[in-house]
T-cell receptor
Framework: EAGVTQFPSHSVIEKGQTVTLRCDPISGHDNLYWYRRVMGKEIKFLLHFVKESKQDESGMPNNRFLAERTGGTYSTLKVQPAELEDSGVYFC?????????????FGNGTRLTVT | RKEVEQDPGPFNVPEGATVAFNCTYSNSASQSFFWYRQDCRKEPKLLMSVYSSGNEDGRFTAQLNRASQYISLLIRDSKLSDSATYLCVVKGLTGGGNKLTFGTGTQLKVEL
């Protein structure tokens, strides 16, 4: 079974540019999450999709971040325009069910550097 | 105050030692608890869930004290391969019950 895959693995962009991160969850997983780790800080929740619907987007930092999951399969997270403080590792995770103890499977992450 | 607090370490221990990590969480309404392991520049991976009665998986033992809002992880007979960052994770702090809240992690280095 293929795991959660993320693309690109690394991205270096200049302040003001746009970047789009992609996540392919494990096949059949309706739940898809985006998390972010900024340097020196803990991993923080960004948002949660159930199929194509946004279940919870309370962690999105501001309106420069736009997440989509058209068709309920892969998801994209766009940052436009990027700022220096957006640098960090963006993790995607998926799970099959939403029961309280269902494990999340994380992707390898996209390391974003904004210069 | 952080929602989930951990000692960042590092904990440097010799191979074969027993080491314990602690974690406290701020919201008494938290639903479920986990330890994740993260290797350098890798994704977090679930190590084990933590149950109220305590649970064991091989050399790893997890304990939960709801009254003190405290979670622990004990690693016995440490191996070099146990070197990693151990993340205390709590679910159900705010809003929906599926949002994970992470601690900053405790770094473990097992040495020869």
């Amino acid at each position: 079974e293929a795991g959660v895959t993320q693309f690109p693995s690394h991205s270096v962009i200049e302040k003001g540019q746009t970047v789009t991160l992609r996540c392919d969850p494990i096949s059949g997983h309706d739940n898809l999450y985006w998390y972010r780790r900024v340097m020196g800080k803990e991993i923080k929740f960004l948002l949660h999709f159930v199929k194509e619907s946004k279940q919870d987007e309370s962690g999105m930092p501001n309106n420069r971040f736009l997440a989509e999951r058209t068709g309920g399969t892969y998801s994209t997270l766009k940052v436009q325009p990027a700022e220096l403080e957006d640098s960090g590792v963006y993790f995607c995770a998926s799970s099959q069910v939403t029961e309280y103890n269902s494990p999340l499977h994380f992707g390898n992450g996209t390391r974003l550097t904004v210069t | 105050r952080k929602e989930v607090e951990q000692d960042p370490g590092p904990f440097n221990v010799p191979e074969g030692a027993t080491v314990a990590f602690n974690c406290t969480y701020s919201n008494s309404a938290s639903q479920s608890f986990f330890w994740y392991r993260q290797d350098c520049r890798k994704e977090p991976k679930l190590l084990m869930s933590v149950y109220s009665s305590g649970n064991e998986d091989g050399r790893f033992t997890a304990q939960l004290n709801r009254a003190s809002q405290y979670i622990s992880l004990l690693i016995r007979d440490s191996k070099l391969s146990d070197s990693a960052t151990y993340l205390c994770v709590v679910k159900g702090l705010t809003g929906g019950g599926n949002k994970l809240t992470f601690g900053t992690g405790t770094q473990l280095k097992v040495e020869l």
